[in-house]
């Protein structure tokens, strides 16, 4: 009696199924592993003095002074993640969704957003006469 190689639809949809899960995972797993090499490596901007009054945008941060005291956010809007561009009347307001912050703190003031902005750490250096933003 000859035997039939032949396996069930069954079967197949299983293994082709187990199959773009793997990938799936593994692809994953490597879209993680490169997005905490990343946040991982230390990153600095220097910014050379003075800084105007109020809000300037560097990209991937901002700087906000007032008087003699200057700190740095991000520039990703914790909601989606979204590019902040631009400042009105002490107010961010994220292009894609709607959320504000406050540009002297970086804390939501009208969602969806509810997470502050993150801050970032900022300091001085004399000799250079530089800012030094550390992402």
Not at 64 to 70: A, D, F, I
Request: aromatic letters at 10%.
């Amino acid at each position: 009696m000859p035997v039939n190689p032949s396996i069930s639809r069954r079967i197949f949809f299983r293994i082709a199924g187990a199959l773009v899960l793997a990938s799936f995972g593994l692809t994953w797993e490597q879209i993680v592993k490169r997005q905490n090499e990343l946040e991982r490596k230390p990153s600095i901007r220097r910014i050379k003095s003075p800084i105007p009054t109020g809000t300037t945008f560097n990209g991937d941060f901002y700087l906000y002074r007032k008087e003699e005291t200057v700190k740095a956010f991000s520039t990703v809007c914790t909601h989606a993640g979204c590019q902040l561009k631009k400042e009105v009347n002490g107010l961010i307001t994220c292009p894609c969704h709607g959320s504000q912050f406050e540009a002297s703190s970086g804390k939501p003031v009208k969602g969806p957003a509810f997470n502050p902005l993150k801050s970032l750490s900022c300091s001085f250096d004399k000799k250079n006469g530089e800012w030094i933003v550390h992402l």
